[in-house]
């Protein structure tokens, strides 16, 4: 059996499809969102060198990543025992090495990737901009104005993606986020400029 097929297998089996989902949108967003937040702050003040900001951008990236695979990871594996338990019990038979056992302890990992890569990827989308300043490309605009723009236009697609799998306007969904976004923002400019 191929390892996707096996993967789509276990998730079915353990139902988890929309917890990998939810947590692809929420830490997407939370990524997303911690970006923004460092990105405005960095605008707001006297902007240090591109590479200062790189670090730090890309520290919050890390950090958000390590959080998230360590806490789904945990949180995911004690379910997956508790739920395997519960159906051997209702068995009465051991299911340790059953495609049950499998999803015990591979769903957890999934998940965990999941919801690891999910603020790593879209925080490294946001940071691209500065990469490519930093890089000596020109870009048409700022590369603090350009990556707030990607940071806007992803926290969009994820409210656009939210609205698909609930079945609801996809245009509402993804102004939904967006205004969210624009709120963070305009709070942290604010406060900041106080």
Known sequence: MRLVDKAHLLLRITSTHGIARRYFV???FDGALTMLG?????????PPPVAIIISACL???IALAVSG???AYV???AERLRALEQLQDAMAVDLGESFHGDAARWVPMMIALVNGLAP?????????PLWLAHAG????VAPLTMAVLVALVLIFFLGVFLGRISGVSWWRSGLQTLLVA??????ITFIASN
Do not use: K, R, W, Y
Request: glycine fraction near 8%; charged fraction near 5%.
């Open 182 to 187: 624009l709120l963070t923002a305009a709070l």
């Open 26 to 28: 929420v830490n997407g």
């Open 69 to 71: 695979v360590s806490s």
């Open 120 to 128: 790593l990827v879209i925080s490294m989308l946001i940071m691209m």
């Open 59 to 61: 520290g919050a990236a």
């Open 137 to 140: 490309v020109q870009l048409p």
């Open 38 to 46: 460092l990105i405005i702050g960095f605008m707001v003040s006297d």
């Open 75 to 77: 949180s995911e594996s």
